[in-house]
């Protein structure tokens, strides 16, 4: 019998908590198909892919060196990770374990997978980064908040 665990994660408070639960069910389907027994999930909720420190997966990373489970099942590699290192270490990591990796899409995660995808990933990262300050930049040069609406305080209407 495999043993297989799920691992999710949104990255921004503008996202839906939804998002996990689909990504959990997308994986306990696929998952059931290959005849694998998921026993366990892990979610990280509003956290980045682009930060280690995020408590679920660093708990994933613990268990699989106590050898608890035989395949991480993610919905994408992306939401393992949005860095190409992080991601391959991730891959090297399991593997010393004797875990393999896998998405409903892609099947069995090679080294190529890593690559080809986990590259892909950083360059949308730092291509949403460069949008994110660019609109920062025109709100500001326009006279409104860059950031948005501070805590605690009401927006007044401008008058001209």
Same mark, same amino acid.
């Given at each position: 019998?495999? *043993?297989?665990?799920?691992?999710?994660?949104?990255? &921004?408070?503008?996202?839906? /908590?939804?998002?996990?639960?689909?990504?959990?069910?997308?994986?306990?389907?696929?998952?059931?198909?290959?005849?694998?027994?998921?026993?366990?999930?892990? &979610?990280? =909720? =509003?956290?980045?892919?682009?930060?280690?420190?995020?408590?679920?997966?660093?708990?994933?990373?613990? /268990?699989?060196?106590?050898?608890? +489970?035989?395949?991480?099942?993610? /919905?994408?590699?992306?939401?393992?990770?949005?860095?190409?290192?992080? @991601?391959?270490?991730?891959?090297?990591?399991? #593997? +010393?374990?004797?875990?393999?990796? +896998?998405?409903?899409?892609?099947?069995?995660?090679? @080294?190529?997978?890593? #690559?080809?995808?986990? %590259?892909m990933a950083q360059v949308a990262?730092?291509?949403?980064?460069?949008?994110?300050?660019?609109?920062?930049?025109?709100?500001? %040069?326009?006279? *409104?908040?860059?950031?948005?609406? #501070?805590?605690?305080?009401?927006? =007044?209407?401008?008058?001209?």
């Amino acid at each position: 019998m495999m *043993r297989a665990v799920i691992y999710a994660r949104y990255s &921004s408070d503008q996202q839906r /908590e939804a998002s996990i639960a689909d990504q959990i069910e997308v994986c306990r389907r696929y998952a059931e198909r290959q005849g694998w027994t998921v026993v366990d999930h892990y &979610s990280d =909720a =509003a956290l980045s892919g682009a930060s280690r420190h995020r408590p679920a997966f660093q708990k994933l990373l613990r /268990e699989a060196g106590q050898r608890r +489970f035989d395949i991480v099942l993610c /919905e994408a590699i992306d939401r393992l990770g949005r860095r190409l290192a992080d @991601t391959a270490d991730l891959q090297d990591r399991l #593997a +010393f374990h004797g875990v393999r990796l +896998f998405t409903p899409q892609l099947g069995e995660i090679t @080294t190529i997978h890593v #690559a080809v995808m986990g %590259m892909m990933a950083q360059v949308a990262l730092k291509d949403l980064a460069d949008k994110t300050r660019r609109g920062q930049l025109g709100r500001a %040069m326009a006279g *409104r908040m860059p950031g948005g609406k #501070a805590f605690g305080y009401d927006t =007044a209407e401008r008058k001209s």
